[in-house]
Structures are given as structure tokens and as C-alpha cells.
């Protein structure tokens, strides 16, 4: 598709290029640090342990940056505060932090719960030019992952690509094929603030089909989960740009094939094609899989039916916005458009993909949308410009972070009232444990949220 | 002796970029275990010293938290920090914080915060990035109009030595904002607290403005990390029924505020940690009185709290008329308070409590305790520095020893000293790992910032009671602790806590 088609898409301009290559400054990006994101995938692996490699605040900043940021989670019992770190200072920078680490190394060893560790360096030991990986190599009976994640060299969605190929580089070995067997990836911890809920949601989803899931992070036994990642049949890349380098490079170490979808399908009309994707490409029964889609289409559009009267009187084909990661703007969109009949005002993506996914990210918002009508999307991680931009525009709902709460208040009339709906990092208004929008179940949370801020007496 | 009289206080000196360390300038520590009697012993004869832990745990550096948590709300400035995209993502509930405020509470219906980073990237930190701050900084002027610009440094711009100072020379003719650079790199110091100096030499150096005139009425209230909304109307409804105004900075205050500090009639503690620093600067450069001790939490703490302001804005008798007051709605209600917690055991023992605590607390929460009917012999402190020294003397002799463990949020420490310490009642400050899952009771001691709820409320009179009513309350349903503790694995393996000594890690070999 040639995006210049579509007369609504401000593509690329000259400052958001330089907004992605890191060259301006920018308003509350939303997002942390690679420390952040490989911390936070570290966290998510049950039985891994962080070590932070870092300074004395690094990982509570990430605490209240990431974690508290991303739906109001503590850091589970290796996480936060509890979490080990060689908290560098000035003595460091001039003597190095070697010494420090491998203290921190051998205690949290001997006194931590777990079943592997991982040294995630930060900035400083970047800058100082420690050897990390010869202060590991001396614990040669431990098994310690070394992550290199300074905070200048990318953003969360990068310390996650990180973590996993810091695994597939330092962990993995060739183990027998399961055939059946998929990986899931595209989904990064905290960062995506329905991280436990879409993880565990797609598993059942699978599984309902006949396929086995290795969905790694909220796994029990998660050390193990990772370790057989090689045996799988293929790769289930959930996102336009999360996640392929992991799939990739784990594709081409172990032959494993990458099936790569835009996001996580949200409600009927898109999970049903997943599933048919999915059972297409792993050969499974056709009939199988007809039948789960036949089933689950006819109960949950019939609870669907329940909505009707509401929709329609409340708030019709009405324009909304979004604010959000790109998964999440693809996924929502597409429900409100291809199922529920809205209309799709401006869709700004905060994630800051990198220029060779835009066109994809694009594809995937303004392909195949029942309304003759296409949104104005926008790259745009800063804050500040993504909340002006929402100015005099016509949506009466909004699908954004939690930063984008009060802009209908801020703004004034006629702008009041207009509904706020907490989708997408940071949200610090809207506790996140198991919530999610993946699946049949989905699309009805997703019209139970979202009409519940307008639905009223008759 | 009056801590303005102190021999020993070195001047502060604004012709510097930024304050010294606390480990210098206060002889801090961040680890100490021991009779508080002994700590202060050893503190005298200056044994106190910093060490490693083998065993360290993220905590908070000069920068995070408190900085980038609470100065991103100063109102009607921009924020820029100088650094990676993770220095600053602490910052990203500045928003919020304040917002759900009610209006019919004070909060003022329009109100834009800002902050910006500069998102220092692998080039940045060989090139430098001195170039990428300026633009920052006009970049903020053109949106934001700002009355002032601090600028947050960060360990990379600290370790790749970019030269702050000059590129704000440089541009400051060209904007109209103010600029406040403030030097609170993690690396520079292991004491969270020399962050809060750092912030304060800042704003004496380049924010406060001479005073034009002498406001009698106004009592600047710098306040910290765990007051609410309602502890500020709490404190204006005492200040103002004798006829005088609190200037709450920084948090939420205006640009004007904080210009205006000098002009105040008094600088009030709310933590005197926090305080210390902008109170002596005001007081040097500017005449203004301050007094560190106590601060106003508690029945007998308001009382002298508020004495303290009246000696020093002239109404001594409207104080005790203002105290006379109080004390008959609010005395009887403590009592009952009191009463109940006295007797809750039923056996004639008083209910232990362990607090998590900062240094600035400590000296005026364990008098509240005691006036509460609460036993406490031992309590956590963050950390702790000669600032506090005379007064954790005199509170020491008047409401006897205690054991304390220096601790910034060490998790382990803390699970440890309340696992083995067993109290009936633990407050945590909210960074204590799993110390919550436990049999007996467990509640806060620090509100959400925003919270609205006189539920919530902690200072003066009416927060004497309601803390009170609120640690009651966590007497009565334990679940929650109980189930996570079965139903949750700990972090830690047994022998963790089947040995006797929470610093068991403590590295002495690198004492500093």
C-alpha cells in the first residue's frame, strides 16, 4: 500500500525522525530506559534474579518509572527494594566497579531466592568501561545472564530485545523440536500495561486450538520456560516491531520460523482471524479450529447483543482518539471500528518505533476498516505535543495513557465530559493485575470499560 | 543552645556551583545499629562513618526519588533533566499528583506542570551535549514561558563532565526564565538526603530574590515526602486563625513562592532533614529566623511547633489562646485515642510499634507514639547525620532509648529487624520489600501525596487524632499481611532470618 494514498497520515516528518535517533529533547516520553525494559523483563521471568549493575537509584527510579508507572505493580519478591544493586558512586567511576559487583554477586547468591541471576549494567559501568564479563566468568557454578543495557543506548522496548538476545546469545542450547510448540513475543513487561493478562489470555487462546505455549514471563519454573524457547515449531511475533529482533535472532540459531501479527487480537472479528492464521500455518484441523471460532463467535456476539440498546442510545458512531503504543492503538482500533461502528479521529503513537516499522504500523491501522473514514496518525512521543495535538478535534472518547487523564479538564468546554479511558503506559490511575482486552472475553471487557464512562439512565 | 547559635555550622556558600556532601558537611551515615544512645555517642566522638554493604539494594540516589518525584510539580517552571530517558521516568506522574485534588479544596482549577528531558543518547556521551541542553532550554521557553528552568543533572552528564554551568552563562541572556541549575548527579553522594541540599542551594542561589518587603505573617512551611493535602489545610487552618499564612514549598508552589522565601517571618519545619539547608541559607543571606525542632505531629509537638512560629512572628498570645482551643476539641478525642490503644492488649502492656522512618520523623514521631499509648523500642531511620544530633539527645532524654537501625530502604535489613523484632503494629514507608507479610498488623506511614481524605490526615491537631484513629483501625483486620506471608514466597532463603545480625553484610572493610 502507498501511504501517501491516505491523505490523513503525517508520516515522518523531519523532527520526529530526529525525536526517534534521540536528537531533541522531549516532554515525558512514555517509556523508561534499556535498564528499565531489561529489568522489567528480568522481573517477569519467575526465578530469575536482577542484579543492577548500576547506581544507588536506578532501580527505584524504575520502581516508580516503570513499574508503579505501568498500571500500579510492585516489583514482585526480587523487585524494588529488593532488588540487589552495586549502587555505583564517585569511589567507582575513579576505581571501577568490578570489586563491588562480585561482592554483590556472591551474597545475593548465597541469600536470594531464585534460580539464575542477571547483571543488568547501567549507565555507569558503560561509562567507566567495567569488564562485567570477567567478574562473571569467576562464578563459573552460577548461572548469571550478563545484559549490557545502558540507559543512553535505548529506550524500554530496547531492553527488552536485549534481555532476550542476551539470553539466546549466553543461555540457549539446541534442544529436540516440540512440533505444536510456540513462543510468544512482542509483549514487554510493564511497558505494555496488560502484560500478564494478554500473556496469559493468548496461552488459552492457543491451547484452545491444540497448541502448546512457551509464553516465558508469569510462568512458574520461568528459568526453564526460557530454556526451551529453541524447542519450538515457530515464533508468534505479536507486534509490528516488538520483539522481531528476538524472534529473529532465535529463528536463525535454532531454525525457528516467525509468524509476526500486529498485536494481540482484541474481540471476535480479530481473533478468529489469528486463530485461523495460526492453524493454517501449523497444519492443524481446520475442522478444530472452525469449531472453537464457531463457538466462541456465537456466545460472545450474543452477550454482545446485551449492549445493543446502550451503544446505541448513549454514544453511536461517534469519533474517539488514541494515544497510546502502537500494539495497543492497533488492537483497539480495529475493534471500535470493524465491530462496534466508531469512527477513528487521530491515532498518535507513543512508542517511538524505529522509521523501518512506520510503514507496517500505518498498514496495519488503515487496512481493511469498515468506516469510510481514516484516521490521522501521528508518531509522536512527546508529551507535550501529543496533548496539544488532541486540541479542537471531534472524538468523544479517549483511548490514551494516564498522563492524558485530565486533558479533557485542562482543555475546558466543550471538551468536558469527555470520557478518559487508561490503555496504554504510563497509567498510574488504573491498577493493572490480570486485566486484558486479548481474546473473545476481551472484546467485552474492552465495551464493558469503555461504555461504563457514559452509560447512564435513559 | 538554639541551632542558629551552633559554633560548629560552617556558613553556606553560594558562590559555589552546589552544596558539599552530607557525608562531609554532616558527617552522615547510611548504616548504624545500635542504642540510639550509643549512635549518639559514637556520632560525637566521630566514629559514624559510611560503609559498603556486600549485600546492597536499590534505594535512591541524590536524583531519584525525591527530586524527580516532587520538584516536577513546582508550578508555572519547566524541568529539564539532563540525562538518559531513565533518569527522569519517576517524573512521569507529574500530572496526577495534584489533580484529583477537589477544587473546593484549594486547588487551583488551572495549573500546567512540565518537564523535559534531554534523552542523552551513545553519541551524546562521546560528543558531549552541551548543545542538545541549550536547545532544551529554549525549547522550554517557547512552550512553557516558565518563570524558571531547573535543570536536574544526572551520573552520565556527571561522568562525561559537561560543563552546566557554562552553557547556562551562555544562554541565560537569551531567556527570560530564570535558569536553576541543580548538581543532584547519584554518583556524587551515597546520601539520598544531599539531594535535598542540592535542590536548596539551587533555589537560594539563583531563585530567591532580596526581599522587597518584610511579609510579618508569612511562615515558610518547606515540606517533604509524606504530607497530604489535608495536612496542608490542617496547618493554614491553625496559622490562620491567628492571622498568618503558610508559604508551602516546594511542592506544588508557585515560582513566586519560592522567590519570596526571604521575605517570610519565619522558616517552620515540617522535617527538619529536609529543611535544614534552605532554612540556614535563608537565615544567613536574609535574616530569616528558623527553628528545626519539632515538627507538628502530635499533640505536644503542635503545641511547641506552634509556639516557636508565635515567638517569632509576635503572637505568643494568640498562640495560647489558639492552643487553649484546640486542646478542648481535640485533647478528650486523643484521650480516647490513647485510652483505647492503652488497653487494646488487655493485659496491661502497651502495643509495640516499628516505624520506617527518615531522620526528620524520627525526632517527632516517637514522642507522638508515646503520646499515643504506644510503646517503641526501636525504630528504622533512613539515615542519619549530625544535623539532628542535639535534638535526638534531648528527645532521647526525655522519652528514654531506643534501639535504631540506619537503613535506606534496605530491604533485607528491614525484613529482617521486623521479622525477628516481631512488633505488633510495623508502619511501613512503602519501599520495604516484603516486610508487609506478617501475622500482626501492618499499615503506612506515608499517604499518597493527592490524597484528599481527612481520613489521611497526620499533622497538628486534628492529624494527631485522625493517625491515631487510623492506627486503630489497622488493629482490627490483619488478612491481608497473613495470607500474603502463606500464600507468597519471600525473597529471601530461612537462614536469613535464623541468623541474629541485620547487617550481616555490612562491608567494614570499606569504611569512608
Known amino acids: 500500500m502507498n501511504i501517501k494514498e491516505n491523505g490523513n497520515v503525517k508520516n515522518i516528518n523531519q523532527s520526529q525522525n530526529a525525536d526517534f535517533a534521540g536528537k531533541t529533547s522531549i516532554e515525558a516520553p512514555k517509556y523508561s530506559c534499556a535498564l528499565a525494559g531489561a529489568y522489567g523483563s528480568a522481573l517477569g521471568v519467575y526465578g530469575l534474579v536482577p542484579l543492577l549493575h548500576a547506581g544507588l537509584g536506578c532501580g527505584l527510579g524504575q520502581l ?60 555507569i559501568p558503560s561509562l567507566i568501561g567495567d569488564d562485567v564479563e570477567a567478574v562473571i566468568r569467576e562464578f563459573p557454578d552460577t548461572p548469571i545472564i550478563n545484559i549490557n543495557a545502558a540507559g543512553f543506548n535505548g529506550n524500554s522496548y530496547e531492553g527488552y530485545e536485549l534481555f532476550f538476545e542476551a539470553i539466546i546469545d549466553q543461555i ?49 519454573e520461568g528459568f526453564e520456560k526460557l530454556k526451551e524457547l529453541p524447542a519450538a515449531e515457530y515464533n508468534l511475533v505479536l507486534s509490528t ?10 529463528g536463525e540459531k535454532f531454525d525457528i520460523p516467525s509468524i509476526v501479527f500486529p498485536s494481540v487480537p482484541v474481540g471476535p472479528k480479530q481473533t478468529s482471524k489469528f486463530l485461523r492464521i495460526v492453524g493454517k500455518k501449523l497444519s492443524l484441523s481446520k475442522d478444530v479450529v472452525e469449531e472453537v471460532i464457531k463457538k466462541e463467535e456465537r456466545s460472545t456476539y450474543r452477550l454482545i447483543e446485551y449492549s445493543g440498546d446502550m451503544l446505541l ?79 479542537n478535534r471531534s472524538f468523544l472518547f479517549l483511548f490514551a495513557s494516564s498522563l492524558e487523564a485530565h486533558v479533557a479538564s485542562e482543555f475546558g468546554a466543550p471538551n468536558v465530559g469527555v470520557p478518559h479511558i487508561t490503555v496504554s503506559f504510563p497509567s498510574y490511575n488504573r491498577v ?27 | 543552645m538554639p541551632i542558629d547559635e551552633k559554633e560548629s555550622d560552617q556558613p553556606i556558600d553560594l558562590s559555589k556551583n552546589t552544596c558539599p556532601n552530607r557525608e562531609q558537611r554532616a558527617n552522615g551515615t547510611n548504616v548504624y545499629y545500635g542504642k540510639a544512645s550509643e549512635l549518639i555517642k ?133 531567556v527570560k526564565a530564570t535558569i536553576v541549575p541543580v548538581h543532584c548527579e547519584g554518583v556524587r553522594s551515597k546520601l539520598v538526603q544531599t539531594g535535598y541540599d542540592a535542590f536548596w542551594h539551587g533555589v537560594l542561589k539563583y531563585l530567591v530574590k532580596k526581599p522587597e518587603k518584610k511579609q510579618k505573617d508569612l511562615v515558610n512551611v518547606a515540606s517533604m515526602l509524606s504530607y497530604t493535602w489535608q495536612d496542608r489545610l490542617e496547618i493554614q487552618r491553625l496559622l490562620g486563625k491567628v492571622g498568618l499564612r503558610a508559604n508551602f514549598v516546594p511542592e506544588f508552589s508557585t515560582v513566586e513562592q519560592l522567590e519570596q522565601l526571604s521575605e517570610a517571618a519565619v522558616t517552620a519545619p515540617l522535617c527538619p532533614t529536609y529543611t535544614e539547608y534552605v532554612s540556614k541559607g535563608l537565615k544567613q543571606e536574609y535574616g530569616v529566623p528558623y527553628f528545626l525542632y519539632p515538627s507538628p505531629m502530635g499533640i505536644k509537638n503542635t503545641d511547641s511547633w506552634l509556639r516557636q512560629i508565635g515567638k517569632f512572628t509576635g503572637k505568643e498570645k ?58 517503641s523500642t526501636a525504630a528504622l531511620t533512613q539515615d542519619f547525620d549530625n544535623l539532628i544530633l542535639d535534638d535526638l539527645e534531648t528527645m532521647v532524654g526525655e522519652n528514654g532509648d531506643f534501639d535504631i537501625l540506619v537503613n535506606t530502604f534496605q530491604a533485607a535489613e528491614q525484613g529482617h529487624i521486623t521479622r525477628t523484632r516481631d512488633p505488633d503494629i510495623t508502619l511501613t514507608c512503602p519501599f520495604q520489600g516484603g516486610a508487609y507479610k506478617r501475622e500482626k498488623s501492618v499499615t503506612r506511614l506515608h499517604a499518597l501525596r493527592g490524597d484528599a481524605d481527612p481520613w489521611s490526615l497526620q499533622s497538628g491537631y486534628a492529624g494527631a487524632v485522625a493517625y491515631g484513629e487510623f492506627l486503630i483501625q489497622s488493629l482490627k483486620n490483619k488478612s491481608f499481611g497473613k495470607i500474603m506471608k502463606e500464600k507468597t514466597s519471600d525473597s529471601y532463603k530461612d537462614w536469613w532470618y535464623e541468623q541474629p545480625d541485620p547487617l550481616y553484610y555490612l562491608d567494614k572493610g570499606t569504611s569512608k
Request: proline residues 4%.
Open chain 1, 64 to 123: 516508580f518509572g516503570q513499574f508503579y508507572a505501568g498500571g500500579q505493580n510492585a516489583g514482585g519478591p526480587v523487585g524494588g527494594t529488593s532488588t540487589p544493586t552495586s549502587g555505583l558512586v564517585e569511589e567507582h567511576v575513579i576505581f571501577g566497579g568490578e570489586e563491588k559487583l562480585k561482592k554483590l554477586i556472591e551474597s545475593s547468591s548465597e541469600v536470594m531466592e531464585g534460580d539464575a541471576f542477571a547483571v543488568i549494567s547501567g549507565c
Open chain 1, 172 to 220: 540457549l542450547t539446541v534442544q529436540p523440536k516440540k512440533k505444536g510448540l510456540v513462543n510468544i513475543f512482542g509483549i514487554v513487561p510493564f511497558q505494555h500495561i496488560f502484560w500478564k493478562g494478554e500473556l496469559n489470555a493468548v496461552k488459552k487462546l492457543l491451547e484452545s486450538i491444540g497448541l502448546e505455549v512457551n509464553i516465558v514471563f508469569t510462568e512458574f
Open chain 1, 241 to 250: 516491531w516488538n520483539g522481531h529482533r528476538a524472534a529473529k535472532k532465535l
Open chain 1, 313 to 391: 442510545v448513549s454514544r453511536p458512531h461517534c469519533y474517539f482518539a488514541v494515544v497510546a503504543d502502537s500494539n495497543t492503538a492497533i488492537n483497539i482500533t480495529n475493534f471500535m471500528v470493524n465491530e462496534l461502528g466508531y469512527l477513528p479521529d487521530i491515532i498518535q503513537l507513543s512508542d517511538n518505533p524505529p522509521e523501518e516499522y512506520r510503514e507496517s504500523i500505518i498498514k496495519a491501522l488503515t487496512e481493511d476498516l469498515e468506516s469510510t473514514f481514516s484516521p490521522e496518525i501521528i508518531f509522536e512521543p512527546d508529551s507535550y505535543e501529543a496533548r496539544e495535538n488532541l486540541r
Open chain 1, 432 to 458: 493493572i493485575l490480570n486485566e486484558n482486552y486479548v481474546g473473545y472475553d476481551g472484546g467485552l471487557t474492552l465495551i464493558e470499560d469503555f461504555t461504563s464512562h457514559f452509560a447512564g439512565p435513559l
Open chain 2, 42 to 174: 559514637d556520632a560525637k566522638a566521630g566514629n559514624v562513618k559510611c560503609h559498603d554493604r556486600k549485600l546492597q539494594q536499590t534505594s535512591g540516589c541524590v536524583l531519584n526519588f525525591y527530586l524527580t518525584v516532587r520538584v516536577a510539580t513546582i508550578r508555572d517552571a519547566a524541568i529539564i533533566y539532563h540525562g538518559p530517558v531513565g533518569c527522569s521516568s519517576a517524573s512521569l506522574g507529574y500530572r496526577e499528583l495534584f489533580r484529583t485534588i477537589p477544587t473546593e479544596l484549594g486547588r487551583p482549577e488551572n495549573f500546567e506542570l512540565n518537564w523535559i528531558t534531554t534523552n542523552l543518547q551513545q553519541d551524546d556521551v562521546v560528543y558531549g551535549a552541551s548543545q542538545k541542553l541549550k536547545d532544551a532550554i529554549f525549547k522550554a521557553e517557547k512552550r512553557y514561558n516558565p518563570k524558571a528552568i531547573f535543570i536536574l543533572t544526572t551520573c552520565t552528564s556527571g561522568v562525561i563532565g559537561e560543563d552546566i554551568e557554562g552553557a547556562v552563562a551562555e544562554v541565560q541572556p537569551e
Open chain 2, 318 to 375: 494568640e498562640i495560647e489562646i489558639l492552643i487553649e482551643e484546640e486542646h478542648k476539641v481535640w485533647v478528650p478525642r486523643m484521650n480516647a485515642v490513647r485510652d483505647e490503644l492503652l488497653n487494646f492488649k488487655g493485659n496491661g502492656e502497651k502495643l509495640e510499634v516499628l516505624g520506617a522512618l527518615g531522620q526528620g520523623r524520627l525526632l517527632s514521631q516517637l514522642p507522638y507514639f508515646d503520646e499515643l499509648g504506644l510503646s
